[in-house]
């Protein structure tokens, strides 16, 4: 460390500045950032604490994080995109291995067993997908949705997209962000097909009315944000292509042991999570998203992601990896902003955890942990049903979430969730904002973490704060 320099930047000197500075032929530092305009340029002193010691900075961190509260420490029965799965201790150590986090992406040359991890993934999530090509994850599960539209666009050259009400909205934000079209002065429309308040499902004869030759794509998604299972889902796809229109469904893949999936009802793209499959909630992130179709020339050669394929090589059982450099080539890496799509890197180690976590679980092991969700969040919202002005909204068909209703209590969501925190227990997701119509509700999620004592324990809090 050059003396001089901050303890945690070595290149802080003011010798190493200069040094850098006349390498790149740069007189100055604000020489480096003269094209940021002044008046965007901070020329003031940041408020900004002394520098601290190394032990006296990891007490200050510490204390920061001691104020957070997580679901190891309280019960949590909070989802809405993000849900508390068990992670077997096989997918932390693995992930983990040095092989895979320092190779996670680079070049060629630092596969470390990398792209057969990868490769394993893809393949394994086909099969329970029942879709032969899966390309490689995206940052989330609406950014895949995002993507699948766009490929919808390029396909057929249409530009209306029609989604559910119901959909996630921080999922329909980020479809939004995905309007505007590389290298054409039109964007997609998106507009929104209404649900029936009883059930939650798509309102098809609205669907019907809407779609249109006009339509480049139906996006459904099952289980719903609200935790109703779509079962309309093959007259949704009928309707689309009776129009013309790409069929795109969403879906948790941690259904597929107990529900049949979106292919088999017709959806030609389906996109996702892979957030249950292992991978850890990590503050709200750990979120990854997927997308899969038919092996069919007219799919394959518009993939947003990247897509990995093996082959023999010389050498007897031998398999070589590798990406299809078109795609590298037609996405952000090789066009820019101009690319089809946006590739990017994050999300690429969680993929090794998805492996990991699918090969541990088997068609037998994902449905006994879909029927031990069912079986808990069925039970749950039994029992929190029996409690006096609690009411469960929508579909009595959901798998691990379902709307509580409170408009008949003398509590709020919002108040039921802070005294429920006072007992350690974080409450479901409010969705009052969100959707109005639905009264103060918010969404509970049951999962395979949670016993019966965990629900019990639930429904006496709930009861007390709700009499009192």
Known sequence: MSKGSHPYMPNSSEEIKEEMLNTIGAETIEE?????????????????????????????????????????????????????????????????RREFLTSEWGSPESDQGRNQAWFEFCSQLGEL????????????????????????????????????ETIGPERLEVIENYRRLAGSDDDLTIETVAYDRETGRMNVDELSEKCSTETTAVYYETPTYLGTIESQASEIAAIAHENGAECIAGVDPITLGILDTPANHGADIVVGTTQPLGVHMNAGGGCSGFLATRDEEAYVVEYPTLLLSATETSREG??????????????????????????????????????????????????????????????????????????????????????????????????????????????????????????DSALYCVTEVHTKEDIDQLTTAMREVIST
């Open 129 to 164: 997908l029942e879709l032969d090509a899966v390309g490689m994850p995206v940052y989330s599960w609406g950014n895949a949705a995002g993507f699948a539209i766009r490929m919808a666009h390029r396909l057929n050259g249409r530009t209306q997209v029609l989604v559910p």
């Open 318 to 439: 031998e398999l070589g990896f590798a990406f299809m450099p078109e795609q590298i080539g037609r996405s952000s890496y090789g066009e820019r902003e101009e690319g089809n799509d946006y590739t990017g890197t994050s999300v690429f180690l969680w993929t090794i955890r998805n492996a990991v976590y699918l090969s541990l679980m088997g068609p037998k092991g994902f449905k006994e942990v879909g029927g031990l969700m069912i079986e808990r969040a069925h039970y749950a919202a039994d029992k929190l049903s029996a409690i006096d002005g609690v009411t469960i909204e929508l579909s009595s068909e959901f798998f691990k979430e379902f709307l509580v209703n409170f408009d008949d209590t003398q509590q709020t969501a919002e108040e039921v969730n802070a005294a429920l925190r006072d007992r350690g227990i974080f409450g479901g997701h409010v969705v009052s904002d969100e959707f109005p119509e639905l009264g």
């Open 32 to 96: 480096l950032y003269e094209q940021i305009p002044t008046e965007l340029q901070f020329h003031g002193d940041f408020d900004l604490p002394s520098a601290k010691g190394e032990l006296e900075l990891k007490r200050q961190v510490e204390e920061i994080l001691s104020e957070n509260k997580s679901c190891d420490e309280n019960l949590n029965f909070r989802g809405a995109g993000c849900w508390q799965h068990h992670v077997p201790a096989v997918c932390d150590e693995i992930s983990e």
